[in-house]
């Protein structure tokens, strides 16, 4: 190990105990190299995922890596039943816990800003009933609020996948606190907020060293917050709080059943690559954040869920059935989302078309062909990808509910299926020709649409009444 800051850091047999109790169960990830060329490992060399037991475990994985001078040490969101292999790390069913933790970056020399944004979280937590799972880490250049995973009950973590709950309380917590947090970027320009909770995320250990600076991440409990002080992170004497293990069984059910109902789950089950549309509060996302969460009466649709409206009333036009419509419009919503975060790196296999109509079986599962797309359905008939079911009650959450946040779901699913009525079935069969005549034109003005037709329903109705 060639830094001599991480060298003499990492020697201490308490930095090494307290990475160690919070990687345990988690997937590790190590980062070092020079500044100017970083190295990222999440693996030992024979291909098994990095973990941590103890603190011996730590010794030995910065001494087998030592010639690309590790300095920052890592633990993945999740803290799984078995790390055997890369498998086992794509089975939701072996996710035992996983942590909700709010990512909030920032300039150093604007830290004051992400105490202020900490602070507003750790408050709305409060006022869910969760403070004695709460703890703060700050990172080196910003901060990451965490509710400790076990303060959910075995009662709901046997109803909801443990992921589903981390992405929906940061997610229900961020848009809680959405105004609240905007005036603080709005002050501080460098202050940005993210739901970051996806299934490889990771997050730096207590008492790592930061990547770059000559700082150490450390824990505080809320009522250290406003005593905050940046020379806490220093690495010669820094000032932790070991009671970041402490929690309250059960304090964060209410909570969480909240958040399910409000954001329905984590939407990226698609090969552990998050799909959803990531919640992000910064200065440069503040318009796009406005337009996506406003109430009722303002604002705009997402373009998640006005894709997911067009393919299921697509759907429905062709089809017939509402129920599988609801299905299908979330799983192209998906599909279309990850494709677009991974710039169109779809599986050739994924992508090639069904010739022996819906019932034909490719790879393992059924295919079901609209025109000429093709989507995978389970046995039950429900459409699936990445081996996630989207059920009807799964758009009612991620898509119909969001839509009538911002405007009548009922007035905006008429009007789409008004506006896909002006296209002929030949446009609605074809994948690309449906993309680019009927969805792109208007995936940023839907709303437009939708509000038209409230002011031409509402003069008809007048005029019947006169």
Known sequence: MGDPLAKKHYSSEVVRREIADYCRGRWVALEG????????????????????????????LLEQFGGLNPRTIYGSVNI????????????PRNIAYASPIWDIDGELSEWRGVIEAARIIVDDLEKLGISESVFIKWSGEGAHVHVHERCFSNDVLSKHNPLDIAYSLVGFVLERCREKIMDVVARYNSV???????????????LSLHRRRPLCCICIKPGEIDRFEVEWANPESFRHNVEWRRYSEGEGDEAAFKAIESIGGYGGWLN???????????????AEA????????????????VMGLLQAARFYLLTGDLERAKSFGLNRAIFYAWAKRYKGEVSSR??????GGPSKILYGERAFQLGDEVAFTSDNGWF????????????????ARRIDSVVSY????????????????????????????????????????VLARGERDERRDLARWL
């Open 272 to 286: 552990a690559a998050n799909t959803a549309i990531r919640a992000v509060i910064s200065a440069e996302g503040f």
């Open 350 to 355: 994924r992508m090639m078309g069904a010739r």
């Open 192 to 206: 940005k907020v993210e739901n970051e909770i996806d299934m490889k995320r990771v997050f730096t250990a207590p």
């Open 384 to 399: 699936m990808i990445g081996g996630q079911v989207q059920r009807p009650e799964d758009y009612d959450n991620q898509i």
């Open 290 to 305: 406005k337009q996506k969460h406003e109430v009722k009466g303002g604002g705009r649709l997402g373009r998640f869920q």
């Open 410 to 449: 009922e007035r905006a699913w008429q009007s789409a299926i008004e506006y896909l009525q002006k296209f002929s079935r030949d446009v609605l069969l074809n994948q690309q020709k449906f993309f680019k005549q009927v969805y792109e034109p208007v995936r940023d003005k839907f709303l437009e649409i």
């Open 33 to 60: 190299g020079a500044l100017s060329s970083r190295v990222f490992l999440r693996y030992w060399r024979d291909g098994r995922p990095l973990t941590v037991n103890d603190a011996n475990d730590v010794k030995i």
């Open 80 to 91: 799984y039943r078995s790390i055997s292999a890369k498998e086992s790390l794509e089975d």
